[in-house]
């Protein structure tokens, strides 16, 4: 199976990318960036490093994408993820070796060839602002993908940005709104099964330990290779949901969606009709509503949960620190 990964590459969304490019059933023929947890610029470098890391000598293209929502100014959650997207950490980093694609983002996404209508798939794990720009400018590029599979909203559960709204749809109602109403293949991954549950420290830690690092300290230090930063990246990622929750573990939003991606099986959905509050105190909220021309896509609303953690053992957790 093929697929796009467009992303705005904070911690959890760097988690997806390995899992992806860890999974041997995917192709990952590009990557693209989008603003939202980092200012787009970091995201994209974020990306070309991981995947430099990841496969050093053929990384997939990273192409840059949109630096702003469609409407609303830029928000960014560097409390969540680091002012870089990674925990704070990159300013310890080389640059990457690799370029950007010449492309821009929305060029890339409708300039991937499709051998069939089941052939590539998408996957969307920040703000919806490319897709809707794709959307507006190459519709039948965007009908061409065999499904959308989309990180965002939140259903009967609170919002994570503010009271009511999850952080993707907040930041880009818009675009979210136009997205979900297109009438495309969508299955939506929304916060009710994202937190239901997570990565605790203590998995991480034994797992990191059963690898021979005992160490943990060592890896908490500046380095260079995939095992210190995405350790440092989710110890960030971990200690903001110690501090406002008391969990001590972080939720792995976008590499749910890259599972349901792999294996729809992981997830039950219902058809819905999707609304988007785009402005206002609900700005970002998502709700269902009656059907509007017969167009729904479709929400998650179970979750494999031992199925889950056994795809990020296999495909993350092991390869990197096992
Ligand atoms: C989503 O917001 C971002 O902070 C995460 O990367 C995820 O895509 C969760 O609401
Ligand atoms: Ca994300």
């Known amino acids: 199976m093929r697929i796009v990964l ?66 609303q100014p830029l928000i960014i959650a560097p409390e969540v993820h680091g002012h870089d997207g990674l925990g704070g950490l990159l300013d310890s980093l080389p640059t990457p070796h690799h370029a950007a694609d010449t492309r821009p983002a929305v060029e890339l996404i409708a300039a991937i060839p499709h051998d069939g209508p089941d052939d590539v798939s998408l996957v969307a794990s920040g703000p919806l602002t490319n897709l809707a720009i794709a959307l507006r400018t190459d519709p039948t590029a965007m009908a061409a993908y065999r499904r959308i599979v989309i990180m965002g909203g939140a259903f009967d559960v609170p919002g994570n940005t503010g009271p009511v709204a999850e952080f993707n749809f907040y930041v880009d109602p818009d675009a979210a709104s136009e ?41 908490a230090k500046p380095g260079r290779n995939l095992a210190a930063i995405l350790y440092r990246a989710l110890d960030y990622y971990m200690s903001f949901q110690e501090d406002e929750s008391g969990l001590n573990g972080g939720f792995m939003h976008d590499a749910l969606a890259v599972s349901a991606a792999l294996f729809p099986s992981i997830i039950t959905t219902r058809p819905a009709s999707v609304e988007v509050v785009t402005s206002g105190p609900a700005r970002g909220r998502s709700l269902v509503r009656p059907a509007v021309n017969g167009r729904t896509v479709n929400i998650a609303v179970g979750l494999d949960e031992s199925m889950f953690h056994e795809i990020l053992e296999e495909r993350v957790l092991q390869p990197v620190w096992g």
């Open 6 to 71: 467009d992303m705005d590459t904070g911690v959890d969304d760097a988690v997806a990318m390995v899992l992806a490019m860890n999974s041997p059933e995917f192709e990952v023929e590009a990557i693209t960036t989008v603003a939202g947890n980092a200012p787009v610029v970091q995201c994209t470098r974020n990306s070309l490093l991981i995947t430099e890391l990841l496969r050093p000598g053929d990384p997939p293209p990273v192409a840059h994408g949109a630096c702003e929502p469609l409407v």
């Open 179 to 219: 997205v979900l109403n297109s009438g495309l293949d969508i299955t939506i991954i929304p916060l009710d099964v994202t937190m239901s549950t997570a990565l605790t420290r203590d998995a991480l830690e034994s797992l990191v330990r059963s690898g021979g690092r005992t160490d943990t300290q060592a890896l």
